[in-house]
């Protein structure tokens, strides 16, 4: 028998960051449970964290690359699949230029640090703006009201949950998520915590979800209502003279201009539009404002909205307007390990709509465009169409906005590369297929969880297994090759020493304590490691917990992490202001010009008929978005992918609990089996998001025996969140009738 080894990892699967503990006998994986030494997650898992074993295993995965011929996918070496994209590039270059390349990137990227850093080098390379991301389905409007209000995009403050006395969550279900834009292994055993401290917990949304049945108080709104809401909040704050910034009152700027802008929103004139009584809008502005602290965390129901960065923007103002902002126990901004140390003083702000779409002229984001034009960028002919897109970790046919025009334009493309270990309901019209390693053959740490974390914490896993392939940065490096022009067979350490160049280059060229010091010098003080760990390890020692080289000791270095495989814990959140923010004030600019311009729209939308059933989505703790539906103890039991209905609607539609509705929107139709709830509002119908797995073409043995229905045909391109180009997925006009 072989020997019976004990590892300890990071969960890579979502936003928790719980840590594993690991048990393999040779190079098996025989079990998997949560790791009770971990510093962050001290034993939490939910029932996917002990599914990496299945994955890996998961006869469908995909171990070769493979290519398209004859309208068949068929494995071919990676020499043959490299060598295949370089011809076929060339080739689309030439009749369709730059300007007709596009990028889609998904979720799991920013899962793994080798494709969020490496991502860059393929997007350098391929010289294009058509970049589009899961972004625009999920969170943009957090980035740009963050962005705006504090100058960063990523200046993201999270709920400091185990210190808070108070928290209002808006459109978040994290008994189902385990959390998102807020990293909290055990995020259950830390609301109950508030309780047990005293403390309180309130939920809005328009579902008695999970959360809501544990929480304090639940109360129903309408959705898409949290902005006009929120607006009424602070509106209670101003006219009751409960406004108290506390000590952040130092940095925030345009609390004056606020009272007058949210005069309109009274709780009665919010009342018809957000379905809450306007009692209860006063009594719960006046508990924030009395708790000793308080968070207004707001999630994903509150960003796929109309008013998506509106709703965000305001669950800071709430936030701030009580003293709560950068305080413990409210809403707090995490510094990463590998965050430099920050100076406070002006930046360079943050803008929008540096450069538009080609066909509906929708600003630019944060570098990247809304992913509902991606259908319309490739199927409108004309100069910049795109005949030629790459997509990595990423299944557009099912996340973004009106997939049957999604399905039918990458159809049309030229060429269509996808990085993805699956042959799904995406890459099924890729031309070539390029399978990264599984999650336990590479390497991880979590870049960006780290920077959206509630504690301090740096947490590295080695790889467990062989990758029996290319790792990712292997991967994009070599499309990176492809795309510049280098060829194929080119030298992948020509852009792995461009990758460490630059962050090596960064480190010296500013006035930190390694400043003017030789690059090539420190490149020979990194360890043997992969390319993309090399690039991690210079991050890491640079940042404001490193050991800087050795001129700090006892501070982090890839050594320490390996020898602490539980993680080590940097402390709780400290006050970040004033240098988290870079603004061109270098102040909080709470009344940002573009936000409160906004308003307008949001006071007009009081004034409209909101009678008429709605669609909204849900998350459920055995689901991750599209991917995860292949892995038999996920998916067993009851049916998941239901149309939720509540009693009342049930008998005037004419629904049985079991039967089929066929719902309709402005963008399409679907019948889907009727579950009928009374934990859902009336006029307000839940489908969740990520099924549909019966596309001819996909490998999705498990999955497609329990196929569910895809949402996203129902959803509208032409809808968006016009501050962040965010797709409004949740709020759907739909009509439901016996299918
Ligand atoms: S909560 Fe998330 S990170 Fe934790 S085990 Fe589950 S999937 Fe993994």
């Given at each position: 028998m072989a020997e019976r080894t004990t590892h300890f990892r990071t969960c890579p699967l979502c936003e928790a960051t719980c840590g594993l503990e690991v048990t393999m006998e040779g190079a098996s994986v025989v079990r998997i449970r949560g790791d009770r030494e971990d510093v962050f997650s001290h034993g939490f898992i939910c029932p996917k964290g002990s599914t990496l074993r299945q994955l890996h295993e998961d006869p469908d995965r995909l171990r070769l690359p493979l290519v398209r011929r004859d309208g068949e996918h068929v494995e071919v070496s990676w020499e043959e699949a490299f060598a295949?994209?370089?011809?076929?590039?060339?080739?689309?270059l030439e009749s369709a230029g730059r300007d007709g390349v596009g990028v889609y990137l998904g979720n799991p990227n920013v899962h793994n640090h080798a494709p969020t850093l490496y991502g860059r080098a393929?997007?350098?390379?391929?010289?294009?703006?058509?970049?589009?991301?899961?972004?625009?389905?999920?969170q943009m409007p957090r980035h740009v009201s963050s962005g705006f209000a504090y100058g960063g995009p990523l200046a993201i403050p999270v709920p400091d949950l185990d210190r808070t006395d108070y928290l209002l969550m808006l459109g978040a279900n994290p008994l189902e998520s385990n959390g998102s834009l807020c990293t909290a292994?055990?995020?259950?055993?830390?609301?109950?915590?508030?309780?047990?401290?005293?403390?309180?917990?309130?939920?809005v949304d328009p579902r008695r979800t999970a959360t809501a049945k544990i929480a304090d108080e639940h109360l129903t709104i309408r959705p898409g209502g949290d902005a006009a809401w929120l607006a009424a909040l602070a509106h209670v704050l101003f006219d009751e003279d409960l406004v108290d910034l506390g000590p952040a009152g130092e940095w925030i700027d345009g609390v004056e201009q606020l009272g007058a802008v949210f005069e309109p929103f009274t709780p009665e004139a919010v009342a018809a539009a957000t379905w809450i009584e306007p009692d209860v809008t006063r009594r719960i502005a006046r508990e924030i404002a009395a708790a000793p602290t308080a968070a207004v965390y707001g999630r994903i129901g509150t960003n796929t909205v109309e008013f998506g960065t509106l709703a965000s923007w305001l669950t800071d103002v709430v936030t701030a307007l009580t003293g709560n902002l950068d305080r413990p126990g409210g809403l707090m901004w995490p510094n990463a390990a590998h965050q430099k140390a920050r100076k406070p003083g002006p930046g360079r702000?943050?803008?929008?709509?540096?450069?538009?779409?080609?066909?509906?002229?929708?600003?630019?984001v944060k570098s990247e465009f809304p992913v509902a034009a991606l259908a319309e960028e490739i199927d409108t002919p004309g100069d910049g169409q795109i005949r030629v897109l790459f997509t990595v970790a990423g299944n557009p046919a099912r996340s973004c906005p009106d997939s049957d025009r999604m399905n039918s334009a990458l159809d049309t493309l030229e060429l269509m590369v996808s990085v993805d270990p699956y042959l799904n309901e995406t890459t099924r019209h890729a031309d070539v297929i390029l399978p990264p390693p599984s999650a336990l053959a590479r390497s991880h740490y979590d870049l960006a969880f780290t920077g959206l974390s509630i504690r301090n914490v740096s947490n590295y896993s080695p790889a467990l297994v062989d990758p029996n392939g290319p790792l990712e940065e292997e991967i994009l490096s070599r499309l990176a090759l492809i795309a510049s022009g280098q060829g194929a067979d080119a030298d992948t350490r020509t852009i792995h020493e461009m990758m460490?160049?630059?962050?090596?280059?960064g480190v010296v060229g500013g006035d930190g304590p390694l400043a003017g010091r030789d690059p090539a010098e420190l490149a020979t003080e990194l360890g043997d490691r992969s390319p993309a760990d090399r690039v991690l390890e210079v991050m890491l020692r640079t940042g404001w917990a490193g050991d800087q080289f050795g001129a700090v000791p006892d501070g982090l270095n890839m050594e320490k992490l390996e020898a602490n495989p539980h993680g080590i814990d940097l402390g709780a959140l400290t006050p970040q202001l004033p240098t988290v923010l870079r603004t061109v004030s270098g102040r909080v600019e709470l009344a940002a010009e573009p936000l409160v311009a906004d308003i307008d729209r949001l006071r007009a939308s009081l004034e409209r008929d909101s009678s008429g059933p709605v669609l909204v989505g849900r998350r459920h703790l055995r689901s991750n978005n599209s991917w995860m539906h292949n892995v038999e103890v996920l998916v067993k039991g009851r049916e998941r992918c239901t149309l939720q209905v509540h009693p009342a609607d049930a008998g005037e539609w004419g629904l049985v609990d079991g039967g089929d509705a066929k719902v309709t929107s402005a963008a399409g139709s679907l019948v889907a089996p009727v579950e009928i709830t009374d934990e859902i509002a009336r006029s307000v119908v839940s489908l969740p998001h990520g099924w549909g797995h019966d596309a001819p073409g996909a490998r999705l043995s498990v999955a497609r025996r329990r196929?569910?229905?895809?949402?996203?045909?129902?959803?509208?391109?032409?809808?968006?969140?016009?501050l962040s180009g965010n797709a409004v997925l949740n709020g759907i006009p739909v009509s439901v009738v016996p299918g």
């Open positions: 295949e994209v370089e011809q076929r590039l060339t080739t689309a393929l997007i350098m390379a391929l010289g294009t703006r058509n970049i589009f991301s899961a972004s625009t389905v999920d292994p055990d995020f259950p055993g830390r609301l109950a915590a508030i309780g047990e401290r005293g403390g309180r917990v309130v939920v702000g943050f803008k929008t709509g540096r450069w538009a779409t080609r066909v509906s002229g929708l600003p630019e460490l160049g630059g962050v090596l280059a196929p569910g229905v895809n949402t996203n045909v129902l959803t509208d391109a032409s809808k968006l969140d016009p």
